[in-house]
């Protein structure tokens, strides 16, 4: 069963779905969606140094997304510019470094189209390991973390007053992130990976009431995109990764229809 | 963690610098269990960093701030919740601590606020969600409370009623409380110690003791002291939570 590509793109993209859809609530809720775009640009230089050193490259991209974010938290605290304008400078300094150090390799072959945008058909038994693996150990930590970093979400000084330690956990949800990141990008790309983090949440906020609802509604939206996305792409030849985020798209329009009866009643 | 004289927490000649600029400086004071400390002052003399002091809230200050419990309720002055969080009443009672479902009714029966379980956090009023944060706090069951300016918004009555609750929190669960007022006059009959901040500590003791002090009248002018002064010594009838006066029985 294994051996049909089709499969195993169904298989990843599940996987990718389960850990994306509670991670991404937290993105929408704590504004990160800027971050996250940060933390992929940079994956950029983790995939380069993949190449160049032949580390496996979900752990290289790790290795530097976790780096540009510990580097953003002390900048945030050193300077005075705004969090925006530091992510705008990390996110694309570290993109432009990586394709210097590509142009410098100009001796290797190297696919950017699959890099930017991701190649989910191309995935063999290890990468369905990798984001099977590595999506339980996220989902693990994050179910542990859970309770101390939705307080510090809702309100940060309350949760540090109450002894909830909020700066360890925004560090440690920051790691998170940027293992999400390192094992989804060989499958939906560097470009698309923070939509597939942000749609089908912004989706489920559309729909929800309160914090489960929403992250059970997030997941869902996410397997839903990944299915019909994956379906698309093999019936129409489209895209695989662009098809996802766009199927995730038309979830989220739908979903709209939702908050607008709502909105009337409550009027 | 055991004290023989059941401190909660004791400052130490505290003070916070933020930018080259003094927020509040040379603060000691001391909460123990089953008493309430009450920090009274102008805006911008400190009352918030102090409590924030207490809390721990600040990495660098001078003197010391030293804890003997970790059961500690904060209610905060004003608290914003994003619109992108959908949030029930319910599940804010279990934010920093797991709650059974009675211990949830419980603490929002008392603060008049049972109706408000499964509403959306934002759509309250501002006093519904002062009692909502009240609540939350109580729920908790804390060793150590610490409410900044727990009435604003709560309308008159309510806010007699809250007081009279904050005093009856502190001797049933006979825990520590710092609060923080603007309303001088309810506040002091219920405190057994005042500390009268500007900056630095202007004067402390007794609700009786700071209304006497020359400082506080001059900071607060006569007139208020006055009332104040007046209202302690008047003090013969309760306020009931609908808001009528019952003769105290002498």
């Not at chain 1, 940079?42 to 790790?62: D, P």
């Not at chain 1, 792409?233 to 709502?262: C, D, H, V």
């Not at chain 2, 004289?5 to 603060?27: H, M, P, S, Y």
């Amino acid at each position: 069963m294994l051996d049909d590509f089709f499969v195993r793109a169904l298989l990843v993209g599940i996987g990718m779905a389960l850990v994306t859809g509670p991670l991404g609530c937290f993105v929408v809720w704590r504004r990160l969606s800027f971050f996250g775009d940060t933390l992929a640009h940079s994956a950029l230089l983790g995939v380069t140094l993949s190449y160049t050193t032949e580390i496996n490259m979900a752990l290289s991209v790790f290795v530097i997304s976790s780096i540009v974010a510990l580097i953003l938290l002390k900048l945030q605290k050193k300077t005075n510019l705004p969090a925006d304008a530091l992510l705008g400078l990390l996110a694309h300094s570290s993109l432009a470094i990586g394709l210097v150090v590509i142009g410098l390799l100009a001796t290797i072959r190297f696919d950017l189209m699959g890099l930017l945008f991701g190649d989910i058909l191309a995935v063999n038994v290890n990468d369905i390991a990798v984001v099977w693996i590595g999506g339980a150990i996220i989902l693990i930590v994050l179910k542990i973390i859970w309770k101390p970093l939705f307080a510090s979400t809702v309100n940060y000084e309350l949760a540090e007053a109450e002894g909830m330690n909020p700066e360890k956990y925004n560090a440690i949800f920051t790691i998170l992130l940027a293992a999400i990141i390192a094992i989804s990008i060989k499958m939906v790309g560097l470009l698309l990976i923070t939509g597939m983090l942000i749609i089908p949440a912004a989706m489920a906020r559309n729909l929800s009431d309160n914090p489960n609802q929403m992250v059970i509604f997030s997941i869902i939206g996410g397997l839903l995109s990944v299915i019909i996305g994956l379906f698309a792409s093999l019936e129409i030849n489209t895209p695989s990764g662009p098809s996802i985020i766009t199927s995730g798209l038309i979830l989220f329009i739908l979903s709209l229809t939702k908050i607008k009866k709502k909105s009337q009643l409550n009027n | 963690m055991t004290n023989k004289n059941d401190t909660l927490v004791k400052l130490e000649n505290a003070g916070v610098l933020v930018n080259d600029k003094w927020l509040v400086r040379g603060v000691s004071l001391e909460i123990k269990k089953g008493k309430i400390i009450t920090l009274i002052g102008p805006n911008g003399s400190g009352k918030s960093t102090t409590a924030k002091i207490t809390l721990g809230l600040y990495k660098k200050i001078e003197g010391s701030v030293e804890k003997f419990t970790d059961k500690i309720a904060y209610v905060p002055q004003k608290i914003n919740i994003d619109w992108t969080l959908p949030i029930r009443v319910n599940d804010f009672m279990n934010l920093t601590s797991t709650l059974k479902n009675n211990e949830i009714d419980s603490a929002l029966e008392i603060t008049g606020t049972p109706h408000l379980k499964n509403k959306d956090l934002k759509s309250l009023s501002g006093g519904e969600f002062q009692r909502v944060l009240m609540a939350r706090a109580i729920a908790k069951k804390p060793e150590l409370l610490v409410l900044d300016e727990p009435v604003q918004g709560v309308d008159f009555n309510g806010e007699i009623a809250l007081y009279e609750l904050i005093k009856k929190i502190s001797d049933t669960l006979n825990c520590g409380i710092l609060l923080i007022s603007h309303n001088l006059h309810v506040v002091m009959s219920k405190t057994d110690h005042v500390v009268c901040l500007n900056g630095h500590v202007c004067c402390s003791g007794t609700p009786l003791d700071v209304a006497n002090n020359e400082k506080y009248q001059e900071l607060f002018g006569k007139d208020i002291s006055k009332i104040l002064s007046v209202y302690e010594h008047s003090h013969d009838h309760i306020h009931k939570i609908d808001g009528t006066i019952e003769k105290k029985e002498n």
